[in-house]
């Protein structure tokens, strides 16, 4: 189908210092800095915007209809045009992004956060799981990611080595990264479910993000250099991973392929990775690891292994790769997402800046 | 930049019962998109994306449960998308997935809503816990009936509409064969008589706790034309929020809803709306909230609503027919309540709603509402094409 895209840009990314524990704030205490700043960096105040649309889940919140708190402090008065999905934020991005290719707006406010640290995050999200047939076995994320590890191991597809490689690489980049739990190369830590050490995993941590998207010119005059979104898409696979196979991800592939991602090489890959293991299936996904693509920049802010607030950390992803391009730091970008256990969702976004 | 415009060919709704113990959450989806697709005569293969709806994920006991249903769905290797916005989640799916044919993104879209909560149980998964809220506030209908009390005074609305709208509702639902309750036996004076379960609302001018799913087919002009049968052309949607509590928020007549009705309008080009729209489907979970939407939406001035119920204006057989379907309080699966009155909406105009047809349908609104009377989506959907 030919169809003529409405341009559309990230134009502001704003986030917590993501943190173990924010027991001394409540959601909307976290998030309310975040939503200041990243208005504040456009100019723009929630009255202004076009479309607004959050992402968060009521089960690590642990109460129904969590997300009306945060729209209370997102200040919807007068009443405003707004949505939520029950997911992480990456695809309220996605749904403000169709809002804006309808033309019903100009501008759109997507905001996400989560809070891990007040229950055992790796039960909480067995929930996620078949209720008939998985669910009741408990079986918790990160069991369930070192199944998807080993299967990449037994493929010879990687090892330990490499996977460690992976984490101190994050890590270290993670040291720039003001924002950043984990900062600065961390050691590979004791077996916590093998073949994963506990520095194959992402920290527990809770933080919230921002991000403002504004379509043509209304981007260029909020913006010195807009993140324009060239393709976004996302896909799903089969739940059970009995019918995956866990080293590999047609979805992140299909959505690639939908999103333009390999028309043009990338400069900088922004990986919504947890473990260090699902990188590997990722970057073969992205076709990251073929001859030619040694440039790349993989995660340089760190990605979720330095700082993984559930619900946000996908939206960090898009946030992280449009502000190298604002700074400059990037020309082409590709960001990624993913929902769902081993990476049964995933999302791709291409984002562009113009010449420099 | 014009958008594409929207077309509904396919509605399958789940015969809505308080437990369907028979099937999985699985099987309870498939069955309403099974039947979307029939009515549609289109197979899974011809769906580009899925878009999905329901209300708290505590209701089932289930995070995220899109995750477990891409399978039944017919979703694997294509975009699925998760919507919760309270209440109104199940016409905030449809818009979602209206949006997505209105920008030619996709081409052919299946939206789906849905409550299993037979699962749980839906008044205390409602009532928040400590710290977040007072806890004798249980269920719903504790949150609402105050407001409803505030309207009553402010009207000086006689005690008996409410059970007007009850029993008018409960009477249309005998002729929707989909409709959780079939009382019919029901009389007036049963409705009156009927327990106090929060004053003044009784046990008759509630709602239902139901297992339901409702699934519609979106697609475009060229989809449209392939369709079977006539399809329902989306003139206007539309969504609005407001905060929960703040000091000078109208809790009987929220400016979101006004808001919102009224881009609705101006979309589809309604100036008049009490003449120019043949059947409303509103999201009415307590009797009294009929005439209060009916001040709402437009159809009526402030504090004429009730006159309009008392009137017997919104029967099946009146000026402007309100719920033909029966309505939330004959069904209610709260995830799904939303979406079956943006498709019971689209079924009249389709002149295929069956024995509670309103005959000549040409233009229904569907309308939802959730959280404090603070989230609100509606769509205006005609027989004929939008003419802009």
């Known amino acids: 189908m030919t169809r003529e895209i409405r341009e559309i840009a990230v134009v502001a990314f704003a986030q917590t210092g993501h943190r173990r524990t924010s027991e001394e704030l409540s959601e909307v205490e976290m998030l309310m800095p975040v939503l200041h700043d990243v208005l504040a960096r456009t100019g723009l105040k929630a009255g202004d915007i076009g479309f607004t649309c959050s992402g968060s889940s009521d089960y690590l919140a642990g109460r129904a209809f969590s997300f009306t708190m945060a729209l209370d402090g997102v200040g919807a008065w007068p009443p405003i045009s707004e949505s939520h999905v029950e997911t992480d934020g990456a695809w309220a991005l996605y749904e403000a992004w169709v809002k804006l290719l309808t033309g019903e707006a100009e501008t759109a406010l997507v905001y996400a956060y ?26 918790d994320s990160v069991a369930l990611a070192a199944l998807q590890a080993r299967a990449l191991i037994d493929a010879g597809l990687t090892d330990e080595r490499e996977l460690a490689a992976i984490a101190a690489r994050s890590r270290t980049a993670a040291a720039a990264n003001p924002h950043a739990q984990l ?5 590979p830590g004791d077996p916590l479910v093998a073949p994963l050490r506990t520095g194959d995993c992402p920290p527990i941590g809770d933080g919230a993000a921002a991000v403002v998207l504004a379509a043509g010119d209304t981007a260029r ?63 073969r996904a992205l076709k990251l690891d073929l001859p030619g693509a040694e440039e790349v920049r993989i995660n340089p802010s760190g990605g979720a292994l330095a700082a993984n607030p559930v619900m946000a950390a996908g939206l960090i992803r898009l946030g992280e790769a449009a502000a190298r391009i604002q700074r400059g730091e990037s020309d082409r970008a590709l960001a990624h997402a993913t929902s769902g256990p081993c990476l049964q969702q995933n999302l791709v976004a291409v984002l562009e800046g113009d010449a420099q | 930049m014009t958008k594409e415009p929207v077309a509904v060919v396919g509605i399958g709704q789940t015969k809505h019962v308080a437990a369907r113990r028979d099937v999985s959450i699985a099987g309870l989806v498939r069955e309403a998109a099974r039947r979307a697709l029939d009515d549609a005569h289109l197979a899974w293969a011809d769906i580009d994306a899925v878009v999905i709806g329901k209300a708290p994920d505590f209701f089932e006991g289930v995070m995220m449960p899109e995750l477990y249903l891409a399978d039944a769905l ?27 044919v209105a920008a030619r993104v996709h081409r052919t879209v299946l939206t789906l809503a849905f409550e299993k909560q037979s699962e749980s149980n839906a008044m205390w998964g409602l009532s928040l816990p400590i710290p977040f809220q007072q806890p004798l506030l249980a269920g719903a209908g504790g949150f609402f009936a105050p407001h409803v009390r505030a309207y009553m005074r402010r009207t000086g609305a006689p005690d008996t509409i409410g059970s007007l709208v009850a029993y008018k509702d409960r009477r249309n639902a005998l002729k929707n064969p989909y409709a959780h309750l079939h009382e019919a036996d029901l009389t007036l004076e049963k409705v009156q008589a009927s327990p ?66 009224a881009d609705v309008y101006h979309q589809a080009g309604i100036t008049d709306p009490r003449r120019e729209i043949d059947a409303v489907e509103m999201y009415v979970p307590f009797s009294w909230y009929e005439p209060m939407w009916l001040e709402n939406l437009g159809f009526a001035d402030e504090g004429e609503g009730w006159k309009l119920t008392e009137s017997g204006l919104t029967e099946l057989d ?65 027989a004929e094409p939008p003419a802009r």
């Open chain 2, 318 to 382: 009146g000026g402007l027919p309100v719920n033909p379907s029966g309505g939330v309080l004959s069904t209610n699966p709260i995830g799904a309540s939303g979406m079956i009155r943006f498709a019971e909406a689209a079924l009249q105009v389709r002149g295929r709603a069956g024995e509670h047809q309103v005959d000549g349908a040409r233009r229904a609104l569907g309308h939802a509402y959730g959280g404090g009377a603070q989230f609100f989506a509606m769509w205006l959907v005609g």
């Open chain 2, 74 to 100: 017919g979703a694997v290797g294509k975009p699925m998308l998760r919507v919760h916005t309270a209440g109104s989640v199940g016409g905030s799916t449809a818009l979602v997935a209206a949006n997505l």
């Open chain 1, 221 to 283: 005059r909020l913006c010195d250099r807009p993140a324009w979104i060239r393709g976004l898409d996302h896909r799903i696979e089969a739940h059970s991973l009995g019918v995956r196979d866990l080293t590999d991800s047609p979805s992140t592939r299909l959505a690639a392929e939908r999103a333009g991602a390999f028309e043009l090489p990338v400069d900088t890959a922004e990986l919504h990775a947890p473990f260090t293991s699902q990188e590997v299936v990722l970057r």
């Open chain 1, 114 to 139: 989560g809070k891990t640290s007040p229950g055992d995050v790796r039960e909480v999200l067995t929930r996620q799981l078949d209720p008939y047939y998985v669910a009741p076995l408990w079986p």
């Open chain 2, 196 to 261: 106090m379960l929060w004053d003044p609302i009784r046990y008759s001018e509630t709602c239902p706790s139901s297992d339901g799913a409702c699934a519609m087919v979106l697609t475009d002009r060229t989809g449209a034309a392939r369709a079977p049968h006539p399809p329902a052309w989306v003139h206007g949607g539309a969504m609005r929020s407001e905060p929960t509590l703040f000091a000078g928020k109208d809790f009987v007549s929220p400016q979101a809803g006004k808001d919102c009705a």
């Open chain 1, 183 to 187: 900062r600065g190369a961390t050691p």
